[in-house]
């Protein structure tokens, strides 16, 4: 069956980096467009990175523009989320999602950004 399982997550300082990680299983991984969530306490789930099958287009919400890469290796059948320089405004549970006509999510990873 399909599972999507991340791991990566922690506290950080602000300004300190993560590098997310989501190892894929039971699909076929280089087949689907790959994608990163959040979500923070009392708010709505947000979209965050996305990229292609063969990772050659990426797209990024706006407050995330210039410090997070999201990439993907698909001998690996994992996808990333490389963050940077990050703010308290960051702290959320931080999930994967196959793309499809049928969402897949992983279990989430926690992010806190705090001094």
């Known amino acids: 069956q399909v599972q999507l399982v991340e791991s990566g997550g922690g506290l950080v300082q602000p300004g300190g980096s993560l590098r997310l990680s989501c190892a894929a299983s039971g699909f076929t991984f280089s087949s689907y467009a790959m994608s990163w969530y959040r979500q923070a306490p009392g708010k709505e789930r947000e979209l965050v990175a996305y990229?292609?099958?063969?990772?050659?287009?990426?797209t990024y919400v706006d407050s995330v523009k210039g410090r997070f890469t999201i990439s993907r290796d698909n001998a690996k059948n994992t996808v990333y989320l490389q963050m940077n320089s990050l703010k308290p405004e960051d702290t959320a549970v931080y999930y994967c999602r196959r793309n499809g006509h049928i969402d897949y999510w992983g279990q989430g990873t926690q992010v806190t950004v705090s001094s």
């Open positions: 990229i292609s099958t063969a990772g050659g287009r990426t």
